[in-house]
C-alpha cells in the first residue's frame, strides 16, 4: 500500500510499530534481535503550530545530537505527512524509568539542551505536548506480514 492509501491511524500504527521494533534492536529484515532490549519507550506528542513545521523540524534535529548525549536512545521524530497537520511524535528508549529519570537530569543541564527548550518557547513552536510510558507486549513486535511478497 503506497503511503497516500494510508489511514491517519495506520501511519501512526506503524510509526510506532517501527520504534518499538528499533528499542528492542530487531533487524526487521531479518527479524532477529541484534542487541538487549530497552524496557521503556517514551511517546511524545507534540501539537505544533502547523505554520512553523519549519521551525519544529529544526528543533527537532537539534535533539538528534542532544537526546543520545544525555543517554536517551533516540528512535526518532516524526512530522506530520499528510492529514492532521498540527501532530508531531518523537520515540525515546531507555532501560528503565531510571534511565529516564537520570536523563532528564542531564538535560537539565545541557547548555544545548536549555538552549532548544528556550528557541521552541520563544518561537512558541509547541502549543501542547503529551508523554506516555510504553512496553512492548511479548511476542507482537516484528511479527511479518502473512502477505510478505505479494502486492
Same mark, same amino acid.
Given at each position: 500500500m503506497h503511503p497516500t492509501e494510508m489511514s491517519r491511524r495506520e501511519i501512526i500504527l506503524g510509526m510506532v510499530a517501527t520504534g518499538a521494533?528499533?528499542?528492542v534492536g530487531c533487524d526487521a529484515r531479518t527479524n532477529v534481535s541484534t542487541r538487549r532490549p530497552?524496557?521503556?519507550?517514551?511517546?511524545?506528542r507534540y501539537q505544533i503550530d502547523p505554520f512553523q513545521r519549519d521551525g519544529f523540524q529544526k528543533y527537532a534535529?537539534?535533539?538528534?545530537?542532544?537526546?543520545?548525549?544525555?543517554?536517551?536512545h533516540l528512535i526518532g521524530?516524526?512530522?506530520?505527512?499528510?492529514? /492532521?497537520?498540527?501532530?508531531?511524535?518523537? $520515540? &525515546?528508549?531507555?532501560e528503565s524509568l531510571a534511565a529516564y529519570e537520570t536523563y532528564r537530569a542531564r538535560?537539565?543541564?545541557?547548555?544545548?539542551?536549555?538552549?532548544?527548550? /528556550?528557541?521552541a518557547?520563544?518561537?512558541? $513552536? &509547541?502549543?501542547r505536548e503529551e508523554r506516555n510510558?510504553?512496553?512492548v507486549v511479548e511476542g507482537t513486535l516484528g511479527r511479518p506480514s502473512t502477505l510478505a511478497g505479494h502486492a
Open positions: 521494533m528499533l528499542t530497552l524496557m521503556i519507550t517514551c511517546v511524545i534535529e537539534n535533539w538528534g545530537r542532544i537526546i543520545p548525549r544525555c543517554g536517551g521524530y516524526f512530522l506530520p505527512y499528510e492529514g /492532521t497537520n498540527d501532530v508531531a511524535w518523537c $520515540l &525515546i528508549a531507555f538535560l537539565k543541564s545541557d547548555p544545548e539542551a536549555r538552549e532548544n527548550f /528556550t528557541m518557547q520563544t518561537k512558541r $513552536l &509547541i502549543l510510558f510504553v512496553e
